[in-house]
């Protein structure tokens, strides 16, 4: 009988762990799949209406569309303080865009599009769990938690909302006067010094060409280069203040350094360049505009110890921050 006993208390054990197993486990999937709609993240205030594709829009609370600008723009990986100055960041550009109260050619109906290529970069949670997987929720926890921790924050120039632009990697060099891309004065972005960006993006990422693709690209006939032009196909004539390439003269005619990064799809317009026989050779540091805010050197100035407030000060020179009310 003791045996039987035995045998019939190590079923019932059994039972009640595949019980658990049947009934817990898919109960904490489900609970992880909802976890982050338990966010503290206000569900009233200012709406953002997001154009996510060419035929979808959505609409969803300022402070919750930020979560998914900053998980895009900005490598999770990066200290808090940096995350906390995105997030300023693109508050700001959010509201400035939205009280402009101006059509966009683009995304009429919408405040703003997922397109990093014309407003900011943007994803959403089902986007943000694939990317993570199982580090989903720590993830989403430092992201809304920089969010949170800057709510309402702002910059502002003379009481006004900036246009805080900001780019991947200045690459070591400093960050670019916005007259040198854009070609008008922006007293708050002003070329600054910026030695803090990651060792790895100072490094010169080399990029290679046919000449039949780079005439094609900049839309010029090879028959207008000399046969014997060589390495002196082209040259760089000038460059700005930072060390960029303003202009630079390919055969016979001129481009601006913005012009030929943009054609050409270079990464940035830190260049230098040598023509070999039939091939182009681009030498590029840097990536993006350089205008404005470095988010790699924004997380090597909060490795450092610098605040959020320090770093956009910073890279937002002569700028405010201000808290705009919740409604």
């Known amino acids: 009988m003791a045996v039987k006993f035995g045998r019939y208390r190590w079923l019932g054990y059994m039972i009640v762990v595949l019980t658990m197993v049947v009934i817990g486990i898919p109960a904490l999937l489900v609970r992880g799949c909802s976890w982050e709609s338990r966010e503290p993240v206000k569900e009233d205030g200012v709406q953002v209406k997001l154009q996510i594709s060419e035929k979808e829009i959505i609409s969803l ?4 569309y930020l979560i998914g600008v900053v998980a895009a723009e900005m490598p ?17 550009y959010s509201l400035l865009r939205m009280v402009r109260e ?10 703003l599009c997922a397109d990093p290529g014309h407003c900011q ?27 949170l921790a800057t709510g309402g924050k702002v910059l502002t120039h003379e009481g006004q909302l900036i246009d805080p632009v900001y780019h991947s990697s200045c690459g070591g060099r400093g960050t670019e006067d916005a007259r040198e891309v854009w070609g008008h004065e922006v007293l708050y972005l002003k070329s600054v010094a910026c030695t803090y960006d990651s060792p790895e993006k100072q490094k010169p990422v080399n990029t ?18 000399p046969v014997a032009a060589g390495s002196d196909l082209m040259e760089i004539q000038e460059r700005t203040g930072s060390g960029r390439v303003k202009r630079v003269k390919v055969g016979s005619q001129v481009f601006s350094g913005v012009e030929l990064r943009k054609r050409l799809g270079l990464r940035s317009t830190d260049f230098k360049v040598v023509c070999t026989g039939e091939k182009v050779l681009f030498s590029t540091r840097g990536y993006g505009h350089a205008v404005g ?22 890279y937002y020179q002569g700028t405010e921050l201000k808290t705009i009310p919740d409604k």
Not at 102 to 111: L, V
Not at 126 to 147: F, L
Not at 208 to 225: A, H, P, V
């Open 102 to 111: 101006k059509e966009d050619d683009q995304h009429p109906d919408a405040h």
């Open 121 to 147: 970069a943007w994803i959403s949670n089902e986007e943000m769990r694939k990317r993570w997987g199982w580090n989903y929720r720590p993830n989403y926890q430092k992201i809304s938690s920089a969010v």
């Open 293 to 314: 805010m470095c988010q790699y050197g924004a997380n090597g100035l909060a490795q450092r110890g610098a605040k959020y407030d320090q770093i956009l000060s910073h």
């Open 61 to 64: 609370p300022l402070e919750q």
């Open 208 to 225: 290679q060409m046919s000449l039949q693709e780079l005439f094609t690209q900049l839309k010029i006939s090879d028959q207008s280069i």
């Open 76 to 92: 999770v990986s990066f200290h808090e303080e940096a995350l906390k100055a995105q997030a300023v960041a693109a508050r700001t």
